[in-house]
T-cell receptor
Framework: SQQGEEDPQALSIQEGENATMNCSYK?????LQWYRQNSGRGLVHLIL?????REKHSGRLRVTLDTSKKSSSLLITASRAADTASYFC??????????FGPGTRLSVLP | SQTIHQWPATLVQPVGSPLSLECTVE??????LYWYRQAAGRGLQLLFY??????ISSEVPQNLSASRPQDRQFILSSKKLLLSDSGFYLC??????????????FGPGTRLLVL
């Protein structure tokens, strides 16, 4: 069964607004990672958050992790048209290989 | 700096034909290597991973195979393609512990269409 699932499946916002995407998973993890994929391209790593961390920041990105709820969120502040992409969370299962969720398709409208 | 290459970028093949996709990594040694497949509008499915030359682990049983003839070369093959093999194939590498312990770096992908 799928380990990580993003929510919502698709999100459309105006430029300048904040975008929040969520990821839920089923089993205990060592870490959780967020990746971005522009249409027809490879994935680009955004942030890795370990199971003993609760929040991490990178530029306009903020990731939280709640291991009690088995969920993570990715917040993009002050969104730009260039943020339009699909966003995936990837979870491990204590050292086993990644499981990627189906992704959230974010559209930022100018 | 490290770079990862995949080719071809796009491939159209008839059902029943063979397949060979190549992935090479530069600027690192002893990488962990991965092959993923992505169906249109979907997430990634791990197909194979390798922690060293000649060491291949398969995650999903299918008509695909993988080989690692050199440290930084990973090849995805099939003897006879099926329609269901169509998709976007991504190669990735990581350093250190295999699996999800470390960041994975992805290639640009190969879009395969089987007709």
């Amino acid at each position: 069964s799928q380990q990580g699932e993003e929510d919502p499946q698709a999100l459309s916002i105006q430029e300048g607004e904040n975008a929040t995407m969520n990821c839920s998973y089923k089993t205990s993890i060592n870490n959780l990672q967020w990746y971005r994929q522009n249409s027809g391209r490879g994935l680009v790593h955004l942030i890795l958050i370990r199971s003993n961390e609760r929040e991490k920041h990178s530029g306009r990105l903020r990731v939280t992790l709640d291991t009690s709820k088995k969920s993570s969120s990715l917040l993009i502040t002050a969104s730009r048209a260039a943020d339009t992409a699909s966003y995936f969370c990837a979870t491990d299962n204590y050292g086993q290989n990644f499981v990627f969720g189906p992704g959230t398709r974010l559209s930022v409208l100018p | 700096s490290q770079t990862i290459h995949q080719w071809p970028a796009t491939l159209v093949q008839p059902v029943g034909s063979p397949l060979s996709l190549e992935c090479t990594v530069e600027g690192t040694s002893n990488p962990n290597l991965y092959w993923y497949r992505q169906a249109a509008g979907r997430g990634l499915q791990l197909l194979f991973y390798s922690v060293g030359i000649g060491q291949i682990s398969s995650e999903v049983p299918q008509n695909l195979s993988a080989s690692r003839p050199q440290d930084r070369q990973f090849i995805l093959s099939s003897k006879k393609l099926l329609l269901s093999d169509s998709g976007f194939y991504l190669c990735a590498w990581s350093q250190g512990l295999a699996g999800a312990q470390e960041t994975q770096y992805f290639g640009p992908g190969t879009r395969l269409l089987v007709l």
